[in-house]
């Protein structure tokens, strides 16, 4: 019986099996093959997917990009990503608030730790340092909210989830709907580990898509 | 020596009349399953509770006696509504809603809504949805970006309202119906025309969301409060802000104005964890000073005002509802 043809996708897995296709971190293999076949078949980007804006909200945060304090205490985090709309252009005008607890998974409510306004560059990338959150007791899972706004694009409200959050047991795939807030398992995100054992970064890309309105 | 005796049987009785009667257990409602989420009617007159089982048991009140026990064949819910005379809506986790009349154990509608958005009712605030005081109109907010206002028993949508990207968290209807008005995950307060949909006042002196909002007595005032740890009064032709009470030690859940208009009641909720007992407070209207501040044994699940004047609190244990007077 003859074997039935290879996918392009079945073709990259392959290669990269081999080692004939690598990828460059942050993106993983899966994100890289998903770019590559949109591209070849000129397909629109699925917007980011929305995932609920939670009670901890707080309009008027601070313009800044550094919600991390010099010596506070966690794992330091740089969160960073472009925002495009779905026909892949670039969008320089976006706004992104961002909120999440400190290490312990404390929300600050009285004033703006860990809360910050930031604004895409003409490449619409954007770029934040922070640290891991905690996990705050009324959730399941560690995240950052995300509130982005664009002139001519629908607002996207959104969480960004950790691969290596202890909840998921290593396997985001099979385990990521252990926390009920979670809408796709695309807001779970890898983290990449830098420095030595004593200095340790971690770092995640996390793209915004936007839908036109 | 008469006349000395006369006025101070006079004072004291004066006092006695001032003083509140002291904060009380009046009933324990026994139930077979430990109760997961609860709520209570706006006028104090019933409450509902989901419980392991996953029945859903309705008690009146003051009596504490079981109305009625409605299986939900294993659904994981939450109670997401008791009108005044005993209708009941819950959601599940999968996004289906579903009402009942007062007292007919079949569903008298089912709707089902996206799982996203049928998580909006499981979140802090138990405000999300509300009778109108007619009984005939009902406020479904979600967290998507409009409010449905449907007409009961036929679940047909009569209006949508638009709110923030984040959603609605709290709503309230006027006691005339005329008004509708809604509290934004954005900290906006928004009032609402509720013939026609359109919006009349905003007020923006909140900054984080506002999980209670109440009508006034005679309508003319909104309260509210949240994440601000603050409730404030806002007059509702204009939205401007007429005054605050606060800062408060903690995250204002629940709003209630007393039917006759003289007390403001709030359930506050602990911002580190909900699952931890939170102080409970009454102030006069008037003059705005607290009257009663009572932090319960447990999580206060439910609170309302009945309709003799008094600000109800009800806790849980494994085995039993607590009913609490506290003012």
């Given amino acids: 019986m003859p074997k039935p043809p290879l996918t392009r996708r079945d073709m990259l897995m392959k290669c990269a099996a081999l080692g004939s296709l690598s990828v460059a971190s942050p993106f993983s293999l899966a994100e890289a093959l998903d770019a ?26 601070p313009h800044t990009a550094r919600l991390r304090a010099p010596g506070d205490p966690g794992l330091p985090l740089v969160v960073s990503g472009q925002v495009v709309s779905t026909d892949a252009t670039a969008i320089a005008e976006a706004t992104i608030e961002v909120w999440q607890t400190d290490h312990l998974g404390h929300y600050d409510v009285d004033g703006y730790r860990y809360r910050a306004t930031l604004a895409a560059n003409s490449s619409g990338d954007y770029s934040f340092d922070s640290v891991m959150p905690g996990h705050y007791p009324g959730r399941i899972c560690q995240h950052i909210h ?4 664009a002139p001519g694009y629908k607002t996207l409200i959104t969480q960004l989830y950790f691969a ?14 252990r926390d009920y807030v979670i809408t796709s398992r695309e807001l779970v995100r890898s983290v990449t580990l830098t420095g030595d054992p004593k200095d340790m970064h971690a770092a995640v890309s ?4 936007l839908d036109r309105l | 020596m008469r006349m000395l005796v006369v006025t101070v049987l006079l004072v004291l009785s004066l006092a006695d009349a001032q003083t509140p009667p002291p904060i009380a257990e009046i009933s324990t409602l026994s139930t077979t399953s430990e109760v997961y989420d609860l709520l209570i009617a706006r006028n104090g007159k019933s409450v509902a509770a989901f419980c392991e089982d996953q029945r859903i048991r309705q008690w009146s009140l003051p009596q504490g006696q079981l109305l009625r026990t409605i299986d939900t064949h294993g659904r994981n819910a939450a109670l997401v509504l008791v009108s005044d005379d005993g209708r009941l809506l819950a959601a599940d986790r999968d996004g289906t809603v579903i009402a009942w009349d007062a007292t007919d154990a079949n569903a008298a509608f089912q709707t089902k809504l996206p799982r996203y958005r049928a998580a909006a009712f499981f979140r802090t605030s138990p405000n999300t949805a509300v009778f109108s005081h007619s009984g005939k109109y009902l406020a ?4 998507t970006d409009t409010m449905q206002v449907v007409e009961w028993p036929s679940g047909r949508s009569l209006y949508t309202l638009r709110s923030p990207p984040g959603g609605t968290s709290a709503v309230a209807f006027s006691g005339d119906d005329s008004r509708i008005a809604v509290a934004g995950t954005d900290g906006i307060l928004r009032i609402y025309d509720s013939s026609s949909g359109k919006l009349v006042a905003q007020n923006e002196d909140l900054l984080g969301e506002s999980f209670a909002i109440d009508f006034s007595a005679d309508g003319r005032q909104v309260v509210a409060g949240g994440a601000d740890k603050t409730a404030i009064f806002v007059d509702a032709a204009t939205g401007k802000l007429i005054r605050r009470i606060g800062p408060l030690a903690d995250v204002v859940a629940y709003l209630a104005i007393s039917p006759d208009g003289m007390h403001l009641s709030a359930k506050l909720l602990r911002e580190e964890s909900s699952a931890l007992p939170a102080p409970v407070l009454v102030w006069d209207t008037a003059s705005g000073k607290k009257v009663a501040e009572w932090t319960p044994p447990g999580v206060a699940l439910g609170a309302a005002w009945s309709q003799d004047g008094h600000w109800l609190v009800v806790t849980s244990t494994v085995t039993a509802l607590h009913v609490w007077r506290v003012y």
């Fill in chain 1, 36 to 61: 590559w076949e949109r591209n070849a078949q000129n397909k629109a980007l699925p917007p980011t997917p929305w995932c609920g804006i939670g009670p901890f909200y707080k309009r008027r945060a």
């Fill in chain 1, 146 to 149: 995300y509130l982005v706004a």
């Fill in chain 1, 164 to 177: 290596t959050d202890p909840v998921f047991e290593g396997d985001p795939d099979k385990n990521y709907t």
């Fill in chain 1, 206 to 209: 996390f793209p915004l898509v």
């Fill in chain 2, 140 to 143: 479904l907010s979600a967290v």
